[in-house]
């Protein structure tokens, strides 16, 4: 990836803070606003980093009462998350953000759309493009107006930023198709726009597949080189072309 969310970065500081013993489970983390004076940022992007650290269980948040440290060891949360591969990673996400579109359809605001449009413009231009992916597919999962949705989609980027075998696995496929990137969101954006809650539906699947396509391909790519390079290897090491008769 090109560079890490904000938001992201503060949560990797707060739960430092955690494991350092600052906030032991069960105490209170400050305010909202306290943290944001704290790590000077802005309220929203705390806002963020909270709902990431709840995906991840690090935190609960008591409606009313605050944001409360949880007791999860964190080796047990690395042996679950390292067993997930970008190929389940993919259809997880095409099969919930697939229903995600076809909900957002029917409750999207002008607003949300306008702001869509403004990431579709950012990857065109190629200007902070993997964030503003990731922010489309965002603010599609918060126009479904289910917060399950948010948090599971959330969870779901957390994973691609932080699981090295899966941030292997996209990055050659994703630096080789910005142009079928940016169609096929744009594609999701017009269903949005037309509130066709099938036409986003098929259009999100529609990347997802493409996307699933283009990682069984880089895979046997790499599943051929693996043959190629033991092979040679074997050749070597039978080969009497280093005999030298007189």
Known sequence: ???????????????????????PPGTRLPAERELA??????RP???????????LQHVEV???SGVY???????????TTEQISAFELTQARALVEGEAAALAALSITDEELAALEKTLEAMKTGVN???????????ISRATRNKAILLAVNKFWSLRDSQPQIIQAYSTVCSQSDQDRLEEHYEIFKSLK???????????????????DALFAASEAQALEEVRKKSSQTRDLYSLSHLRTN
């Open 194 to 212: 037309a509130r066709n809650s099938q036409a986003a539906r098929a259009a999100m699947h529609a990347h997802f597949n493409r996307l699933i």
């Open 62 to 64: 008591k409606t009313g």
């Open 45 to 55: 992007t705390i806002r963020e980093a909270i709902i990431a650290l709840e995906v």
């Open 129 to 139: 493009a993997e964030e503003a992916d990731r922010d489309f597919h965002i603010i």
């Open 69 to 79: 440290v949880l007791d999860k060891p964190k080796d047990k949360e690395d042996a």
């Open 1 to 23: 990836m090109k560079s890490r969310r904000m938001f992201w970065q503060i949560a990797e500081k707060i739960k430092a803070l955690i494991a350092s013993g600052l906030y």
């Open 37 to 42: 004076e704290t790590f000077d940022v802005s």
